[in-house]
């Protein structure tokens, strides 16, 4: 891709007080990134398959029932049907593009951050008083009360709106001593109270789903290289009109 074109047009259209109109209000940077990534994307070819695809597709997004619905779509949607076409052809040059270029690095993306994308679930108690934390993890143990009733009566933070319990969430979004805790802990498992700062918590961990690399993991580390680039390329391009 050539930035140098995507300058050229830049300079000779917007100018210098275009320029500083456009970064005032916030604009110049989308405008880079859309220039730069129509300029990328201008080469690949769309196929029939795949802009027929893609209608149906939208027509799904939108709540049709199938193909034959498309011109009630194009009589609800803002646009002519030649600029609705050339909308998706883009968005499937685009992610052409994006699997193209990145998909050789995706499962790499993907092991670098396998930690934030694996998913828990737990039940938790979050309490002050040591000794009610000890009792309440005694009486779940025993069975004699169950973990949503005492969260909703006992708990003193905001899982006492959820019947205790949390997620799912990425595993890293917790404190880093209940992450070392949950990693080592069996589904099911409740554990003993522990302290975390002014708090006692009692644990159970209900779910761990690890990340697995599929064609959904693959997608959405493809997608996030591809916006790096497009901000990657904008900085440098802004860099150069400054």
């Not at 916030?26 to 994307?41: D, F």
């Not at 009589?75 to 994006?98: C, H, I, W, Y």
């Not at 990425?170 to 109270?193: C, N, W």
Request: proline share 4%; hydrophobic share 40%; charged share 25%.
């Amino acid at each position: 891709m050539d930035i140098s074109q995507v300058l050229h047009e830049l300079k000779k259209v917007i100018g210098d007080d275009g320029r500083i109109l456009l970064q005032q209000y916030g604009l110049l940077q989308p405008l880079v990134t859309k220039m730069i990534t129509s300029q990328a994307i201008a080469d690949v070819v769309v196929s029939d398959q795949d802009l027929n695809q893609a209608r149906l597709d939208l027509l799904e997004e939108k709540g049709y029932d199938g193909i034959e619905q498309w011109p009630q779509l194009l009589e609800d949607v803002v646009g002519t049907e030649p600029e609705v076409m050339n909308a998706l052809s883009n968005k499937v040059r685009q992610q052409t593009f994006l699997r193209e270029q990145f998909s050789p690095k995706a499962e790499a993306r993907f092991l670098d951050r396998k930690n934030e994308l694996d998913q828990v679930v737990y039940s938790l108690l979050r309490l002050e008083n040591r000794f009610l934390a000890q009792e309440l993890y005694l009486q779940i143990e025993s069975g004699e009360s169950n973990f949503a009733d005492l969260a909703k009566r006992y708990a003193e933070g905001p899982e006492r709106n959820t019947n205790g319990i949390v997620g799912p969430v990425s595993l890293t979004q917790a404190h880093p001593v209940l992450v070392e805790k949950l990693r080592v802990t069996q589904p099911g498992v409740l554990l003993e109270p522990f302290r975390i700062s002014d708090w006692w918590l009692v644990v159970r961990l209900e779910r761990y789903s690890p990340a697995t690399f599929d064609d959904e993991i693959s997608l959405k580390m493809c997608q996030e290289l591809f916006a790096e680039w497009q901000k990657e390329q904008s900085l440098y391009c802004l860099k150069q009109l400054s």
